[in-house]
């Protein structure tokens, strides 16, 4: 018996607004660890092999196990609900956190690239928490409860990497390797996060929607790829979605991952680092609640050409900027982080629109796995252009994605819902 069959009678409106609240809650913790180990992890890898290109493969083993993970976690969601499927992203996140820290001991490449790929799932599950935000909310407020998710990270996400001095002492204080000690930091955080919603995620957002879906007589499917890939079919506008969340995802991975390495060129702090990152951090979540109510009230259209033109900026301003010039690449960063929140709140909810509920798990797995996997592209070509040029250069390819995405927008096809919403 599930738990929403024990349960005859039963307030939506107070299950989506305790479960927003909970999984807001878990972005906060698991973004100080997420945020806090980015900048670590690429430069325990550049340390470790001592090459530059080594800082992009961590970045890409993370988000590689984001994308690999993000169809299994969806199969979970089906079949044991939310709360099993996010805990279970956290736990093997916390797992990896441990295998990073042992890698910095042994100062062993391929054990930094496998524990990067274990705390890349943690992201996963970080992403298909903002999809558990819309499963009850009403469609008038359904990117709204989306972004309040993402923005919950903001905390999060901008003390973790202003904690680099604070954790590596911790991890100098534990015998470890400096740079060990933010992978300390995230496994601990990722260990609350998963009792967070192992223990409060109660009832199941997901399983509390399927009983409605049944009592209308509605069918549910299992989410496999190729019925993702089958109710795409016909929806323009649903494509361009997860397009846009591609593009967004892997602009913001290529000029964000070799930032850190950009500035340690000419011997710039940890601590100076870390602000960069965090202000970049602060542009990612803190307005996201400006960004939901946005798509809600003026489209999702408008807001994604917005967001066009926000990471072109952030790609001009970031590969202008010399390494020592924090201000500028703060400047720069931040924009990255609001260009991206644009991007994935605007098409993260073209996406939950164009397809009817029943469709969903499928269709956002697939759009997680097509993010991720863009990310690690992204992050794997950033090493390589970096080494053959340099920062600049780097910054100047991004925003090929970037034209294109400006092309695909401006496609009539794209203009038109397959429902019954106007954009």
Request: charged letters at 10%; hydrophobic letters at 55%; one cysteine or more.
């Amino acid at each position: 018996m599930t738990e929403t069959a024990q349960r005859p009678s039963i307030d939506v409106a107070e299950v989506q607004r305790r479960a927003v609240v909970v999984l807001s809650t878990g972005s906060v913790f698991s973004g100080i660890a997420v945020a806090g180990s980015v900048a670590a992890g690429s430069l325990i890898a550049a340390s470790v092999a001592d090459s530059e290109a080594a800082a992009g493969l961590a970045q890409t083993a993370g988000v590689l196990g984001a994308a690999v993970l993000a169809l299994p976690l969806a199969r979970i969601s089906l079949g044991r609900g939310r709360r099993a499927a996010l805990a279970t992203g956290y736990g093997i996140g916390a797992a990896g956190a441990v295998v990073v820290v042992l890698s910095a001991v042994q100062r062993s490449l391929p054990l930094v690239l496998v524990g990067c790929f274990f705390v890349g799932v943690a992201s996963a599950s970080t992403y298909q928490a903002r999809y558990a935000a819309t499963d009850l909310a009403t469609e008038e407020h359904r990117a709204r409860s989306l972004s309040w998710v993402v923005w919950a990270g903001t905390a999060g996400a901008v003390l973790g990497p202003n904690l680099l001095n604070v954790s590596g002492n911790l991890g100098l204080r534990l015998g470890l390797p400096e740079l060990a000690g933010p992978y300390v930091v995230a496994a601990g955080c990722l260990v609350l996060t998963t009792a967070v919603l192992l223990f409060f995620l109660r009832p199941d957002p997901y399983l509390v929607s399927i009983a409605q879906r049944a009592s209308r007589g509605e069918a549910s499917h299992r989410p496999r790829l190729r019925d993702g890939i089958t109710h795409l079919r016909g929806r323009p506008r649903a494509i361009l979605g997860i397009g846009t969340i591609a593009i967004g995802h892997v602009v913001m991975v290529m000029v964000m991952v070799m930032t850190p390495v950009h500035m340690a060129h000419v011997d710039v702090t940890l601590q100076l680092i870390g602000l960069v990152i965090s202000v970049h951090v602060a542009g990612m979540y803190a307005l996201s609640p400006v960004v939901g109510w946005s798509v809600d009230r003026f489209g999702r259209i408008r807001v994604v050409v917005a967001g066009i033109v926000i990471l072109a900026a952030a790609c001009v301003v970031s590969g202008l900027a010399p390494g020592d010039n924090v201000p500028m690449l703060g400047v720069g960063l931040f924009l990255l982080g609001l260009g991206w929140s644009c991007t994935l709140i605007a098409g993260s909810t073209m996406v939950t629109d164009e397809v009817m509920a029943v469709e969903r798990p499928a269709v956002q797995g697939l759009s997680d796995l097509v993010m991720n996997a863009a990310g690690a592209f992204g992050g794997a070509l950033a090493g390589v252009v970096v080494i053959l040029s340099s920062y600049g250069w780097l910054c100047a390819v991004a925003l090929v994605p970037v034209a294109g995405l400006a092309v695909a927008v401006a496609t009539p096809a794209c203009r038109v819902h397959s429902n019954t919403r106007s954009i």
